[in-house]
C-alpha cells in the first residue's frame, strides 16, 4: 500500500467514524421546542424547556386580525387558554407536553406543535 | 517490475470501484429517503403528508390537487357540494352525483347493513340537533329527538347505479359524509402516491385517521403513538406497530360539551339519537382501506367492545379498543404490535 492509498483510507474511516458519531449525538442542551404555525407559516418558537417566567401572548390571524387564540406557555407545557372560534377544541384540550403533540384550532388555522423526537412517527386520536 | 505495476493498477482500480459503490449506495438511500412533506387544511380538518423518495415531489402536488377536488363535493355544505344538493332534494327527487360520491355513499350503505344500523350516514338530521362542535351545543327534548330520529335510517336512501344517482326518499333526511369522506381522500391520495412510484408515506388526514403507505423508509414498522383517552396532556399511551395499513381512531373526549354537571360527546347513537353509552374510551381500526376504518371506528364505538370487536374480526379488520376500566383490547391479528406507554393502562385479561 502506497502512502496516497493509507492517506484515503484514514481519511475515509475517520469520515466514517465521524458522521456515525455525529448522527449519534444527542441534541445539545435539554431544550424542548414549541412551534406556532398559522396557514402553514411559523409565526414564533418557543423553547419550553428554557422557560423561566410564564409566558402569555395573543396570536392574531385572518384577513382582518380578527381572530384570536390567547397561548400560554409555562416551563415544559404550553397551552391556548382562550380564542374567539366556535368550536373551543383548543382551549378545551389543555395542556401539551410532550414532543410529537400538538394542538389545532382549524377555524384559525393555527397549529401549536412540540418538536423533537417522540418516539413516534404518528399520534392518532 | 511489471508485476508490481499490475498490482498497483488492480489496487487503484478496486479502490476507485468500491468509491463509486459507496457513492451509488449513498445515492440510492438519499433518492429512496427524500422527505417530501405538504401540509393544507382540506375537509374541515388538518391534513399533513410526508411522501418519502424523489417522486414524492411531483406526487403531492396531484395529491391536493384531487383532495381539494373531493372536498369540495362532499362537504356537507357550501357551493359545489354535491351532498347539499342530494339533502336539498330530499323527498323531492333523485340528485345525480360523481363517481366519487356515488362509490363512498355505496360503501357507507354496505357498512351501516353491515353493522346493522350503528353506523348511518342518515344519522345527520339529530347530529344537527344537538349541535356538537358547532357553538350551538344543546340539550334537546325528546320529542325534538323521537321527530328527527323517524328521518333517521340508511334504507331510505335510494341508489341507482345505472343513472348514478342518490335519492332520500323522506323530506328533512340528510346525509353528512363526515368521516368516511376522509377515508376515501386517503386512499385515494394513497393510489395516487403509489401510481408514482412513491413506496414510502404517511398521510395523516385530520388527527384521527393515519394511512402507510408501504413500510417505513428505513424498512421498519410505522409507530403510531394512540391519544391517551382520559389525560389527554399525556399524549399516547400505547404504540402500535404498523406496515402498509390505515388507521381510524374514535373517541368521546376530544368533542363534546357539558350541561348540568353532565358530559354530552359528539358520537349519537342511531337507536336512541343521544351520545352513545357505552364501555369504550377509545376505538382504532387497522384496515387495508381507510374507508373501512372510519365507518367502522364509529359503529364499534356505538356497539361497545364485545360487539364491536366481533364486528370487526367478522369484517376480517383488526382493531384496538381502550375500555373505561383502562384495560386494551386487541384483535388477535395485532399480537406483538400494541406497546403500551403509560403505566395507568394495562392490557385485558383475555
Not at chain 2, 347539499?84 to 357507507?108: H, K, L, M, W, Y
Request: aromatic share 6%; with cysteine.
Amino acid at each position: 500500500m502506497r502512502r496516497g492509498d493509507r492517506l484515503l483510507v484514514i481519511v475515509l474511516v475517520v469520515a466514517i467514524a465521524a458522521s456515525w458519531i455525529i448522527a449519534r449525538l444527542p441534541a445539545r442542551g435539554e431544550s424542548l421546542l414549541a412551534e406556532i404555525k398559522v396557514d402553514g407559516k411559523v409565526v414564533q418558537t418557543i423553547d419550553l424547556a428554557k422557560l423561566t417566567e410564564p409566558l402569555e401572548f395573543t396570536v392574531y390571524s385572518g384577513s382582518s386580525n380578527q381572530q384570536t387564540n390567547v397561548i400560554r406557555a409555562e416551563t415544559g407545557r404550553i397551552r391556548v387558554v382562550a380564542a374567539n372560534c366556535r368550536e373551543q377544541l383548543d382551549v378545551r384540550q389543555g395542556w401539551i407536553t410532550r414532543p410529537g403533540q400538538s394542538i389545532i384550532c382549524l377555524p384559525h388555522r393555527l397549529v401549536v406543535t412540540i418538536r423533537g423526537e417522540s418516539g413516534v412517527d404518528g399520534i392518532i386520536r | 517490475m511489471s508485476k508490481s505495476w499490475h498490482q498497483t493498477t488492480v489496487r487503484r482500480l478496486a479502490t476507485a470501484l468500491l468509491l463509486v459503490a459507496l457513492i451509488a449506495v449513498g445515492f440510492w438511500r438519499y433518492a429512496d429517503t427524500r422527505e417530501y412533506s405538504q401540509t393544507a387544511f382540506l375537509m374541515s380538518t388538518q391534513i399533513e403528508i410526508k411522501a418519502y423518495g424523489l417522486s414524492g415531489r411531483a406526487a403531492l402536488a396531484e395529491v391536493f390537487a384531487r383532495l381539494s377536488d373531493i372536498d369540495q363535493r362532499m362537504r356537507v355544505s357550501g357551493t359545489g357540494s354535491e351532498i347539499e344538493t342530494v339533502n336539498a332534494n330530499a323527498g323531492v327527487q333523485p340528485v345525480a352525483v360523481s363517481a366519487d360520491t356515488f362509490s363512498v355513499i355505496q360503501r357507507a350503505l354496505e357498512f351501516s347493513q353491515r353493522s346493522t344500523g350503528k353506523f348511518d350516514i342518515t344519522i345527520q338530521p339529530v347530529v344537527a340537533l344537538w349541535g356538537i362542535g358547532t357553538g350551538n351545543e344543546r340539550v334537546p327534548a325528546a320529542a325534538e329527538i323521537r321527530t328527527a330520529l323517524a328521518l333517521v335510517s340508511y334504507k331510505n336512501v335510494q341508489l341507482d347505479s345505472a343513472k348514478q344517482t342518490v335519492y332520500l326518499t323522506t323530506k328533512g333526511m340528510g346525509i353528512d359524509l363526515g368521516g368516511i369522506a376522509k377515508g376515501y381522500a386517503a386512499d385515494e391520495a394513497k393510489r395516487i402516491l403509489s401510481a408514482h412510484g412513491v413506496k414510502h408515506a404517511l398521510l395523516s388526514i385530520g388527527e384521527s385517521s393515519i394511512t402507510a403507505l408501504g413500510e417505513r423508509p428505513d424498512g421498519k414498522d410505522w409507530r403510531i403513538g394512540i391519544q391517551d383517552p382520559v389525560n389527554l396532556e399525556n399524549g399516547y399511551m400505547a404504540v402500535l406497530s404498523i406496515g402498509d395499513a390505515a388507521l381510524s381512531t374514535s373517541g368521546a373526549y376530544e368533542r363534546y360539551f357539558i350541561k348540568d354537571g353532565v358530559r354530552y360527546h359528539h358520537i349519537i347513537d342511531p337507536a336512541t339519537g343521544s351520545p352513545a353509552e357505552s364501555d369504550v374510551l377509545s376505538v382504532t381500526i387497522v384496515s387495508p382501506d381507510a374507508i373501512d376504518g372510519d365507518a367502522l371506528s364509529t359503529a364499534v364505538f356505538v356497539l361497545g367492545r364485545e360487539r364491536g370487536m366481533a364486528l370487526v374480526e367478522a369484517s376480517g379488520l383488526n382493531c384496538v379498543v381502550i375500555t373505561k376500566d383502562n384495560a386494551v383490547w386487541y384483535t388477535d391479528g395485532l399480537a406483538g404490535r400494541v406497546e403500551l406507554a403509560s403505566e395507568d393502562y394495562h392490557y385485558a385479561a383475555r
